[in-house]
């Protein structure tokens, strides 16, 4: 951008109210992950340490604990994936925040849900649409160190996902969550637009992980049967499942395989900027418009006035031509 | 040649006329030049009641004059209703002491909000405003700061999503030190095909209308396909172009955001409308409403 556009662009910024420039730098922007934890924001931290720690992950992290600002943020630019993840079910409004999600994994947009939000019965649209699943209720489960856990066993390996993970089968915190069984009570699949690979199962075919390439949108990962709780001492107290190395390891994987299959980053990546340079240079013309007609219309102005007191000069002149002059 | 010297007083007279008509070109020079867009009509209900039990139709006008013509003339409209408190980077953060803008910048949804958006050189806008509540005998005048994200995100986010993000954020701060919360979206209303039973807008002698969704007229367009995120743009408009913009409203509980579902909340709502010639604000008018606290079927 050239010294003098910039200088129009300052000008119309300022033009348009007081508007306030987000930054003054065009720097490219490190990707955004957001986690939408609700109100357990310290479980939201936990899960924000372990992508932190882990040196693939070149992005920053906002916890969000609000509806409406999850709302706001979730389709901007610099979202590169987002992790569902509030314990409480009915307070954090997962039916509500619907739409903006959907519209976001289906814009090619990367999607991790874990526990309620990928059941049907909290997140009626989630589910379906953004993990392909209807839930969790694995019923099979044993007590190991002093509590209750759920046995899976691994079904699908997609490599990058699984990484180092051999165990099987696989005991995780979690709690029950509801999916269509049909009369045996076993879990039914239901109808997919993309590609469904359930890593980990259950009894009666409950997915624990799932992995969902979408046709016509982003990548989701999901955890339905992880409905954990921030009450210590409980047998889902989300502490204990972060003690699990496997879950760890599942968890960074999934979130790196959902964003390296999920093109919205990158393609709006290579947009936003060319957007941007549009929007600048929209806003100079404009702002050299307003400028031009600015002129134009003091000129105006300076004209009629000039005229006004030339009039007033020559009536002046012309009385004191006729009564103030003698002729000889 | 020579002058008349009994006509001292004459001259003396024109010289004073010539000094104080030079003063006052001089002063009209300096004077400020008035906007070229004329706010013809900007008319709202009294007050914001529920369709359901009273029956009526709230009517909303909008008119603006071009007094010079423009590459570009754009109106926006925002609809924002009352909000909770929001929470504050600092938790000790005190609002009542504060100024609105000093609020704005402190809450945690708006920074979040900006940290999101990154490095983006094109600016929100950020808009003073005034507004007085109340009657010639009994007002309160508010004073405060709007936030619009709309403008920035629209250069990445689709219209259809757009105007369904809480992106437009209002605070206001009484004489008497009480803060009031605004959050809205930019539309001609929340909800526009729940809520918008008609919609005309004219430019000179051109009307499009857009009305209800119902099963029995097909030759209606239906309020969903009106311009999308409350944005109408005009290029080229010459002088004492016309553009006018009614709206008719019939609002239940149930089409609104769910904070009215508190009474507490149900004090006003906000219709905020701007006009920008070339790029520049010209015209805003931010229309606070009282809303009826009773009356709406919970």
Request: glycine share 8%; with cysteine.
């Amino acid at each position: 951008m050239t010294g003098r556009r910039t200088l129009t662009l300052l000008v119309a910024s300022f033009l348009l109210g007081i508007s306030v420039p987000v930054t003054i730098s065009q720097s490219a922007d490190s990707p955004l992950i957001l986690i939408y934890s609700g109100d357990t924001p310290e479980w939201g931290q936990s899960l924000s340490d372990l992508i932190m720690g882990d040196g693939r992950f070149n992005a920053d992290i906002l916890i969000i604990e609000d509806r409406p600002t999850f709302e706001t943020v979730v389709n901007f630019p610099r979202v590169q994936a987002t992790v569902i993840c509030p314990l409480q079910k009915e307070r954090m409004a997962l039916g509500d925040i619907s739409d903006l999600t959907t519209a976001y994994f289906l814009d090619g947009g990367a999607v991790m849900g874990i526990g309620v939000a990928c059941t049907t019965r909290y997140a009626p649209e989630l589910g379906p649409v953004i993990f392909s699943i209807t839930g969790n209720r694995s019923l099979s489960s044993k007590r190991m160190e002093n509590h209750r856990v759920f046995v899976y066993n691994r079904k699908d390996v997609i490599p990058e996902i699984n990484g180092d993970v051999e165990t099987d089968p696989l005991y995780m915190e979690g709690y029950l969550a509801f999916y269509s069984a049909d009369a045996t009570g076993s879990y039914v699949e239901i109808p997919c637009n993309g590609t469904r690979h359930v890593l980990y199962e259950g009894d009666r075919s409950a997915p624990l992980m799932v992995a969902f390439e979408s046709d016509d949108g982003g990548s989701s990962i999901a955890f339905p049967g992880l409905t954990v709780q921030s009450v210590e001492g409980k047998d889902n107290y989300y502490g204990l499942l972060l003690e699990r190395p496997e879950f760890g390891e599942l968890f960074l994987n999934g979130l790196k395989w959902a964003i390296d299959n999920s093109p919205r980053y990158q393609r709006l990546l290579g947009s936003s900027a060319q957007a941007l340079e549009n929007e600048a240079n929209r806003r100079a013309d404009l702002a050299e418009e307003a400028e031009k007609l600015e002129k134009r219309i003091e000129s105006r102005r300076l004209l009629r006035l000039g005229i006004l007191w030339t009039v007033g000069l020559v009536f002046c002149l012309a009385v004191v031509i006729r009564f103030v002059v003698i002729r000889d | 040649m020579r002058l008349n010297s009994s006509k001292g007083g004459l001259i003396g007279i024109l010289i004073i006329i010539l000094v104080l008509s030079t003063l006052l070109v001089l002063s009209l020079r300096r004077e400020e030049i008035g906007s070229p867009v004329y706010l013809a009509k900007n008319e709202h209900p009294a007050l914001f009641q529920s369709t359901e039990s009273r029956g009526k139709t709230m009517i909303f006008n909008f008119g603006v004059i071009c007094e010079e013509p423009f590459k570009e003339l754009e109106i926006r409209f925002a609809n924002m209703f009352m909000s909770p408190e929001p929470d504050f980077v600092d938790p000790d953060f005190v609002p009542n002491a504060s100024d609105p803008l000093t609020i704005m910048e402190s809450r945690k949804d708006i920074q979040m909000i900006k940290e999101s958006l990154g490095n983006v050189t094109i600016p929100f806008d950020s808009i003073e405003v005034e507004t007085v509540a109340g009657n010639v005998t009994n007002k309160k005048t508010y004073r405060g700061i709007v936030y619009d994200f709309s403008r920035t995100l629209g250069l990445f986010v689709e219209p259809s999503i757009l105007d369904q993000i809480p992106e437009v954020f209002a605070v206001l701060m009484s004489e008497d030190g009480e803060v009031i919360y605004f959050t809205g979206i930019p539309d001609f209303f929340y909800e526009r095909e729940e809520n918008i039973k008609y919609l005309s807008i004219h430019y000179n002698q051109n009307e499009t209308t857009y009305e209800e969704k119902t099963d029995l007229l097909i030759d209606v367009t239906p309020v969903g396909q009106a311009p999308r995120i409350g944005s109408l743009i005009f290029e080229d408009t010459g002088k004492d172009d016309q553009v006018l913009f009614q709206m008719n409203v019939e609002s239940r509980l149930r089409t609104l955001p769910e904070t009215i579902e508190q009474v507490p909340f149900r004090r006003f709502i906000v219709h905020y409308i701007r006009a920008y010639a070339n790029g520049k604000l010209e015209v805003s008018e931010f229309n606070m409403i009282p809303m009826e606290a009773t009356g709406w079927n919970v």
